[in-house]
């Protein structure tokens, strides 16, 4: 059973930091390709970042481009992101995603496995 755990949300200040983090419980971490998506109070979820297995390949959304920044260690198991020059309009509950045989991708339909969820509140 494939299962992840998000970890570091919270509140910050406009032009503050925040790195989120995501444990991935999975016999081979390898395999996967993952995720971040968030959704906004009354909005939809939204694709944020993503990168392939390797970490050799990363995408991000138009509005957080060169803000934030997608990693990985394989060795951990874990996928972070970087969240730099935070604006009010980054708040929302932020979802970490795994797919399988993935290379990182936008589409929520390439993922098979979710986290709950962390906050992430930011305030001008």
């Known amino acids: ?27 081979k971490f390898t395999m996967y390709g993952m995720g971040w998506f968030r959704q906004a109070p009354g ?9 392939s297995w390797s970490g050799g ?4 959304s138009d509005s957080v481009k060169g803000r934030f ?6 060795s951990k198991k874990t996928v972070y992101l970087q969240m730099n020059r935070l604006k009010p309009n980054d708040t929302a509950i932020y979802y970490c995603a795994a797919g399988l ?8 339909d390439a993922y098979e496995h979710w986290g709950q969820g962390t906050q992430v509140t930011v305030s001008s």
Do not use: H, M, W
């Not at 909005?43 to 990168?51: G, L, P």
């Not at 045989?101 to 929520?108: A, D, T, W």
């Open 69 to 74: 920044t997608i990693s990985r260690d394989n």
């Open 43 to 51: 909005k939809e979820r939204d694709f944020t970042a993503a990168i």
């Open 1 to 27: 059973q494939v299962q992840l755990a998000e970890s570091g949300g919270g509140s910050a200040q406009a032009g503050g930091s925040l790195r989120l983090s995501c444990e991935v419980s999975v016999p």
């Open 101 to 108: 045989y993935g290379i990182g991708s936008e589409r929520p």
């Open 57 to 60: 390949t990363t995408q991000y």
